[in-house]
């Protein structure tokens, strides 16, 4: 699957509970519609949270890289 390029970068490594989720979710809240978010995370609880969020929120989350040390997620607003 070929991931476009997001209009906005969140970069969360070194951020730890709540700080991931709360970030994701303001960041979320200033996207338009059909507008996309790359968030990058190395807390891993994050990875549960932040899909659930975005589900919760009515987006389109993806996760398209995935690493020991940090992983990166595409989240669109639908709604």
Do not use: H, W
């Amino acid at each position: 699957m070929k991931i476009r390029k997001a209009d906005l970068t969140l970069d969360l490594r070194g951020k730890v509970c709540p700080y991931p989720t709360l970030e994701t979710r303001y960041a979320i809240d200033g996207l338009a519609d059909g507008e996309s978010l790359e968030v990058i995370s190395d807390y891993y609880p994050a990875r549960q949270t932040i899909p659930d969020l975005a589900q919760d929120l009515g987006c389109n989350c993806v996760l398209f890289e995935d690493s020991k040390d940090q992983f990166q997620f595409l989240i669109t607003k639908i709604r």
